[in-house]
């Protein structure tokens, strides 16, 4: 008996072990857990220490890694491994993201030794590509015909490859600034078949000629900081719907530019020009011209001929060139009908330039060497708004107490740094800011202040005043006035305070 009971304990460990009977359809609970199974959903396979807020999105930024994590999911669209550390981009892992539609590698530390030429191959549905801040020395050979946003600023790139961005139909931006590439390294078909780039930039690299086979598609040129000394004929020819060009800090001389440089950029807005060699206003400027920078040159005289194709020129930037006591001859600007702004800052004008345009609102004429204001000197412009003649040569006795008689409009006008011993005469009623400090004014007297009543802001710092010499009824009309700066320098001895500033006054700031 006792063996037969022995006997049977191996049919029963084997009918414990047997699966169970078959479901029958319909039988099932289906929101029951069955065994081994959760009642919460199975997780989304994440990276560690990444986040993945949507199944297509992985954000692994600023973790320090310094290896490609390898538990990406298939699905994902979005990858951001920013701010890491990473030295190299694994095709195997690459391969697998087929779906990737956007890219960050923003600032690590990727070499092309790092990046195999096949890397980003499998990529076919990517449209925007950041490997910025990184350590590559030539482009990717290859990126994927789908892309739209291409940025490798930032690297130490010496070449590029007729596939890095050429034969991309929808690529649109390309940023190749703060690199170190030449012309050498920069092929003549480097664009070719992506014919809808809007912007491109290559300032800061090495350039000596502006590259030739530009997209005609451009809408914005980005070539300030570079070497660039000439324009080659035609360079510029197919661009006509470039509306910002920047040639800043660069070598360019007159020898350079030619007539045509410009003349079939039929959309061209903005022109920076600033900081080159020129002693001449470029020939053959576009009509649609809208901002003309030209500070930081070598111009000695403004040309009438050369602006009269910029009909439509709204600010010119002069600063800091070599203009003299004949830079800007009567008339020079006459074809500039609609000019806004006038920029004159740091030359040697002796006077101010005279038959300006019309409608003219500000013009900022500081650190010359203007010495005299006649009566008729600003009767041409009665529109302006903004006067600046700072730091100029100015006394009292050549300001004409009717010098500032036409201009009505005049709202802010900045005479800091000049000689004036009194408050000039005439002043517009309309004057909301009056900057006087750094002359030698003496007396304060309400003469010149009558009428003044939406003046806001007065400057007298650093003159001779005294509180004693503040005539009486000198503050009645400035009801208006917010903000006084330090009327007394610091060098004058103390005064006791004056009567005649009325207590009833309270935003009045004399000190000593």
Same mark, same amino acid.
Not at 26 to 36: K, N, Q, T, V
Not at 92 to 103: A, K, M, Q, V
């Given at each position: 008996?006792?063996?037969?009971? #022995?006997?049977?304990?191996?049919?029963?460990? +084997?009918?414990?072990?047997?699966?169970? /009977?078959?479901?029958?359809?319909?039988?099932?609970?289906?929101?029951?857990?069955?065994?081994?199974?959760?009642?919460?959903?199975?997780?989304?396979?994440?990276?560690?220490?990444? $986040?993945?807020?949507?199944?297509?999105?992985?954000?692994?930024?600023?973790?320090?890694?310094?290896?490609?994590?390898?538990?990406?999911?298939?699905?994902? @669209?979005?990858?951001?491994?920013?701010?890491?550390?990473?030295?190299?981009?694994?095709?195997?892992?690459?391969?697998?993201?087929?779906?990737?539609?956007?890219?960050?590698?923003?600032?690590? #530390?990727? $070499?092309?030794?790092?990046?195999?030429?096949?890397?980003?191959?499998?990529?076919? @549905?990517?449209?925007?590509?950041?490997?910025?801040?990184?350590?590559?020395?030539?482009?990717? @050979?290859? *990126?994927?015909?789908?892309?739209?946003?291409?940025?490798?600023?930032?690297?130490?790139?010496?070449?590029?490859?007729?596939?890095?961005?050429?034969?991309?139909?929808?690529?649109?931006?390309?940023?190749?600034?703060?690199?170190?590439?030449?012309?050498?390294?920069?092929?003549?078909?480097?664009?070719?078949?992506?014919?809808?780039?809007?912007?491109?930039?290559?300032?800061?690299?090495?350039?000596?000629?502006?590259?030739?086979?530009? /997209?005609?598609?451009?809408?914005?040129?980005?070539?300030?900081?570079?070497?660039?000394?000439?324009? /080659?004929?035609?360079?510029? $020819?197919?661009?006509? @719907?470039?509306?910002?060009?920047?040639?800043?800090?660069?070598? +360019?001389?007159?020898?350079?530019?030619?007539?045509?440089?410009?003349?079939?950029?039929?959309?061209?807005?903005?022109?920076?020009?600033?900081?080159?060699?020129?002693?001449?206003?470029?020939?053959?400027?576009?009509?649609? &011209?809208?901002?003309?920078?030209?500070?930081?040159?070598?111009?000695?005289?403004?040309?009438?001929?050369? &602006?009269?194709?910029?009909?439509?020129?709204?600010?010119?930037? *002069?600063?800091?060139?070599? &203009?003299?006591?004949?830079?800007?001859?009567?008339?020079?600007?006459?074809?500039?009908?609609?000019?806004?702004?006038? !920029?004159?800052?740091?030359?040697?004008?002796?006077?101010?330039?005279?038959?300006?345009?019309?409608?003219?609102?500000?013009?900022? &004429?500081?650190?010359?060497?203007?010495?005299?204001?006649?009566?008729?000197? #600003?009767?041409?412009?009665?529109?302006?708004?903004? +006067?600046?003649?700072?730091?100029?040569?100015?006394?009292?006795?050549?300001?004409?107490?009717?010098?500032?008689?036409?201009?009505?409009?005049?709202?802010?006008?900045?005479?800091?740094?000049?000689?004036?011993?009194?408050?000039?005469?005439?002043?517009?009623?309309?004057?909301?800011?009056?900057?006087?400090?750094?002359?030698?004014?003496?007396?304060?007297?309400?003469?010149?202040?009558?009428?003044?009543?939406?003046?806001?802001?007065?400057? *007298?710092?650093?003159?001779?005043?005294?509180?004693?010499?503040?005539?009486?009824?000198?503050?009645?009309?400035?009801?208006?006035?917010?903000?006084? !700066?330090? *009327?007394? $320098?610091?060098?004058?001895?103390?005064?006791?305070?004056?009567?005649?500033?009325?207590?009833?006054?309270?935003?009045? #700031?004399?000190?000593?």
């Amino acid at each position: 008996m006792a063996e037969s009971g #022995l006997a049977m304990w191996p049919s029963l460990l +084997l009918l414990l072990l047997l699966p169970g /009977p078959l479901p029958v359809a319909g039988m099932e609970d289906a929101a029951f857990p069955h065994l081994g199974e959760s009642s919460q959903p199975l997780p989304r396979a994440c990276p560690l220490r990444c $986040s993945c807020p949507r199944v297509d999105t992985v954000d692994c930024e600023g973790l320090d890694l310094r290896v490609f994590p390898d538990n990406i999911t298939r699905a994902a @669209q979005h990858l951001s491994l920013q701010n890491n550390q990473l030295q190299e981009l694994p095709y195997n892992e690459l391969s697998r993201l087929s779906g990737l539609r956007t890219l960050n590698l923003h600032n690590n #530390l990727i $070499s092309s030794e790092g990046l195999p030429d096949e890397a980003f191959e499998s990529l076919t @549905q990517l449209q925007h590509l950041c490997v910025a801040h990184n350590k590559l020395s030539v482009a990717p @050979q290859f *990126l994927p015909r789908s892309l739209r946003v291409a940025d490798l600023a930032a690297n130490q790139v010496m070449e590029i490859f007729p596939l890095t961005f050429g034969e991309k139909p929808a690529l649109r931006s390309v940023y190749l600034h703060n690199n170190q590439l030449s012309n050498a390294g920069l092929p003549p078909d480097a664009f070719r078949g992506s014919e809808a780039i809007a912007t491109l930039s290559l300032s800061n690299n090495r350039l000596s000629y502006l590259p030739p086979s530009l /997209p005609p598609s451009l809408e914005r040129l980005h070539l300030q900081n570079n070497l660039i000394s000439k324009v /080659p004929r035609g360079a510029l $020819s197919r661009q006509t @719907q470039l509306r910002e060009l920047y040639l800043q800090h660069n070598q +360019l001389t007159d020898s350079g530019l030619d007539a045509t440089t410009f003349s079939k950029l039929h959309s061209l807005e903005y022109l920076d020009l600033s900081h080159n060699q020129l002693t001449t206003v470029p020939a053959g400027l576009p009509r649609t &011209l809208a901002i003309l920078h030209l500070g930081r040159n070598r111009i000695r005289q403004v040309e009438a001929a050369r &602006l009269h194709g910029a009909r439509g020129l709204r600010y010119l930037l *002069l600063q800091h060139n070599q &203009l003299g006591s004949s830079g800007l001859p009567a008339g020079a600007l006459r074809p500039l009908r609609g000019l806004h702004t006038l !920029h004159l800052y740091g030359n040697g004008l002796d006077r101010v330039p005279p038959a300006l345009p019309r409608r003219l609102r500000a013009l900022v &004429l500081p650190h010359n060497h203007v010495a005299a204001l006649g009566a008729r000197d #600003l009767v041409a412009t009665p529109g302006l708004t903004e +006067l600046n003649l700072a730091y100029n040569r100015l006394a009292s006795a050549h300001v004409h107490h009717r010098a500032f008689r036409r201009l009505r409009a005049l709202r802010s006008l900045d005479l800091a740094g000049n000689q004036l011993t009194r408050l000039p005469m005439g002043l517009p009623t309309g004057l909301r800011t009056l900057q006087l400090q750094r002359n030698q004014l003496r007396m304060l007297e309400p003469e010149p202040l009558a009428g003044l009543d939406q003046l806001r802001e007065l400057s *007298l710092a650093h003159n001779r005043l005294r509180v004693g010499d503040i005539g009486p009824g000198t503050w009645h009309e400035l009801q208006a006035l917010q903000v006084r !700066h330090r *009327l007394v $320098s610091h060098t004058v001895p103390r005064a006791p305070p004056s009567p005649c500033l009325p207590c009833h006054i309270p935003n009045i #700031l004399v000190s000593w």
